[in-house]
């Protein structure tokens, strides 16, 4: 079974700070992708890589980076965070491209404040 | 841009009965169409996806219907039972995006 996993499930930080939201998958999958999800909102993308130190930007990247230095991990980074960062982030890998399944870590519950 | 639109957005339903969810895309190049569940504090998962080349899949008490032409599919869960109750997404993808649709709060009434 594929395994996605973030590093914190709860995590609350003050405005201004730095914080790194860091995703792990152990199937070797070349594609990752970070995710917000709000209510009435659904799934928006912010980032996706399909390679280390590959990244393209989603829907909604602004007030976040992304790094990727190894194939299995991939890190989201909010440079300073605002109180409307406050949301669920998660992370998710596939194979391919297109037409595969994605598989989702478990989440992460940032609030900021 | 691409986007996809779902509805309805809360749904409930007496146990037994029959829900669909609707999902209309806009990419033409669409040709993967994914269902999630999510339940209350756990990570979607793939319940069912239908490829562009299909037009219905069953699995169980859960299909999926496609029509190309006017660009929208639905999920049709029959029998319903109160673990059904989740919120539910749609998807599409074409060459690397994959576009979400806003969801659906299923509620099964028992």
């Known amino acids: 079974d594929v395994k996605v996993t973030q590093s914190s499930r709860y995590l609350v930080k003050r405005t201004g700070e730095k914080v790194f939201l860091e995703c792990v998958q152990d199937m070797d999958h070349e594609n990752m992708f970070w995710y917000r999800q709000d209510p009435g909102l659904g799934l928006r993308l912010i980032y996706f890589s399909y390679d280390v130190k590959m990244k393209e930007k989603g829907d909604i990247p602004e007030g976040y980076s992304v790094s990727r230095e190894k194939k299995e991990r991939f890190s989201l980074i909010l440079e300073s965070a605002s109180t409307n960062q406050t949301s669920m982030y998660l992370c998710?890998?596939?194979?391919?491209?297109?037409?595969?399944?994605?598989?989702f870590g478990p989440g992460t519950r940032l609030t900021v404040t | 841009g691409e986007n996809v639109e779902q509805h309805p957005s809360t749904l409930s339903v007496q146990e037994g009965d029959s829900a669909v969810i609707k999902c209309t895309y806009s990419d033409s190049a669409s040709n993967y169409f994914p269902w999630y569940k999510q339940e209350l504090g756990k990570r979607p998962q793939l319940i069912i996806d239908?490829?562009?080349?299909?037009g219905e899949k069953k699995d169980q008490r859960i299909a999926v219907t496609l029509n190309k032409t006017a660009k929208h599919f639905s999920l049709h869960i029959t029998e319903t039972q109160p673990e059904d109750s989740a919120v539910y997404f749609c998807g599409s993808s074409g060459t690397y995006k994959y576009i979400f649709g806003t969801g659906t709060r299923l509620k099964v009434l028992a």
């Open positions: 998710a890998s596939t194979p391919a491209l297109g037409r595969y399944e994605q598989y």
């Open positions: 239908i490829r562009s080349n299909v």
